[in-house]
């Protein structure tokens, strides 16, 4: 054999496996399954839900927890509100509502309104001083004045007993309970609000009624 025909069966040789091997790639990628989407993340309920967390529905063999982490002053939890209302007056009986704090240092009185919602639980009436601060936010979100002499306001208007109320809205313990619910949101990727948790997964949809009932209808047919 000559070296020229060597050299073209060689390359002759090459051609050919370099032909089988394409084929076979081919022919794989034609039977690979597709890839798998990775299952968003599951934040411990521990985390999520404190012993002391608020629950503004607790029923007993709820199959279904929505914590939402939530600026008092914002906005968007503002318009958030009324869906959120309704969902609960509708899932009430079935699903677990969860109220967690987590006042956003640029809004002026964040985090003394959810001061004030904290002392006001101290006298029973939580629910209702958190209703006023969503239903009256026109009167004292969005400004860069203390709004203490409104919530002091709108102790007066629940009926509260205001030297306790005023007393509980100051102590370091009331502003450490804030904080801890902060400190959780931010440990468990909360970056704005509102932010809702559904069974421990972030919701990454519009915190809209519709948006929100889909994934609890979900997870309660499950």
């Known amino acids: ?9 060689t390359v002759v040789a090459v051609v050919v496996a370099v032909v089988a091997a394409l084929l076979v790639v081919t022919d794989l990628g034609e039977d690979a399954p597709a890839a798998q989407v990775d299952a968003p993340p599951v934040v ?5 839900v404190r ?14 927890t929505v914590v939402e982490f939530l600026d008092l002053e914002c906005e968007a939890c503002g ?14 009986d079935r699903v677990t509502f969860v109220l967690r704090y987590f006042p956003i240092p640029s809004h002026q009185n964040a ?4 001061r004030a919602v904290e002392a006001a639980g101290k006298q029973g009436k939580l629910e209702p001083m958190y209703r006023l601060m969503f239903e009256k936010q026109p009167e004292w979100g969005d400004q860069q004045v203390s709004h203490r002499e409104t919530f002091l306001g709108f102790a007066r208007e629940l009926g509260l007993d205001l030297p306790a109320f005023e007393t509980a809205l100051d102590d ?5 309970r804030v904080l801890a619910d902060r400190t959780d949101g ?3 990727g909360v970056e704005g609000t509102p932010t809702f948790f559904v069974n421990g997964v972030k919701f990454t949809g519009s915190p809209s009624y519709q948006g929100l009932k889909a994934v609890i209808d979900r997870e309660l047919a499950r």
């Open 79 to 92: 318009a958030a509100y009324p869906g959120v209302e309704r969902l609960r007056a509708e899932y009430g």
């Open 1 to 9: 054999m000559t070296k020229n025909t060597k050299v073209s069966l």
């Open 186 to 188: 931010a440990n468990v």
């Open 111 to 114: 985090e003394l309104a959810a």
């Open 172 to 176: 370091p313990v009331t502003l450490g």
């Open 51 to 64: 012993p002391d967390s608020h629950r503004l529905s607790d029923p007993a063999g709820s199959k279904v």
């Open 44 to 48: 411990p309920a521990s985390i999520l």
